[in-house]
């Protein structure tokens, strides 16, 4: 029996914002009449809307400090409103290698950090297996909020957060990317394609302020990892593809 206050943690996990009553309620009674805008104003209102996104406050940052500053100061998107926590990129940004997590779950959200569900020791075991270790990559969420309980992310909120992680990348420039994930890959892809279009294989990040294409390798998300062997003997097999690749560099 969960006691008031889980109860209530539980049900802003899962976006419930109102109660139900045993009478019904006639929300359209008394209802004021709401102005409609004329067509010119709401271009105009689209145009300014526009202006925000060019001027995103992850343009102007030049360090990761930077960039988690104005992403703790970040209010145009309503998903930091609902999150319980505000997830930044930890790890060394001079690390060759970037782990790049699908939106946040709700073990991320609850503990505030990175990969901190049950998933990350199925991938850091396979990981040291190939000399590399969670903790010796660059860990970035996709975005840095949680949507209300776990519910699809709106591409309004994807574009909105998406600056600060492409400031990050463009500005460290890491050797290789591995993202875990269907939406993390589609969107750094910039493809809508199916995830298994993607997997098993390298492919590349292209960005208008990097100097050359940045290796790209899909695997899966961490809960189905920890879920399910197959996917994990799959995992396992991409990285010791990963690990061909790196032998080739050095």
């Known amino acids: 029996m969960y006691n008031h206050l889980s109860l209530l943690q539980l049900y802003s996990e899962w976006g419930i914002d109102e109660t139900l009553d045993t009478v019904s309620i006639n929300h359209l009674e008394n209802k004021k009449t709401i102005p409609t805008l004329p067509f010119s104003k709401k271009q105009s209102v689209s145009i300014k809307n526009t202006t925000k996104i060019n001027q995103h406050p992850a343009f102007t940052c030049n360090n990761l400090q930077e960039i ?3 992403i703790l100061a970040f209010k145009e998107c ?8 505000t997830i930044l990129a930890t790890g060394n940004p001079e690390a060759s290698f970037y782990i790049i997590g699908d939106i946040p779950d709700a073990d991320e959200d609850r503990n505030g950090e990175v990969f901190s569900g049950t998933g990350n020791f199925w991938l850091n075991q396979m990981l040291e297996n190939i000399d590399l270790s969670l903790q010796s990559c660059f ?9 209300p309980g776990g519910r699809q992310i709106s591409k309004n909120e994807l574009d909105i957060c998406l600056p600060f992680l492409y400031r990050i990348i463009t500005l460290y420039q890491p050797r290789y990317i591995l993202t875990l994930g269907q939406l993390a890959a589609k969107t750094l892809l910039q493809s809508p394609s199916n995830f298994n279009q993607f997997k098993n294989h390298w492919h590349s990040f292209t960005h208008s302020d990097l100097h050359q294409p ?3 390798f899909p695997l899966h998300h ?28 050095i």
């Open 68 to 70: 988690n500053q104005a």
């Open 78 to 85: 309503s998903l930091k409103n609902t999150a319980m926590n």
């Open 139 to 147: 860990r970035c969420p996709l975005i840095p909020w949680r949507p």
């Open 214 to 216: 940045i290796p790209l």
């Open 222 to 249: 961490l809960m189905q990892i920890n879920m399910n062997a197959k996917i994990r003997q799959t995992t396992w097999k991409n990285l010791l593809l990963i690990r061909a690749v790196i032998q080739e560099k």
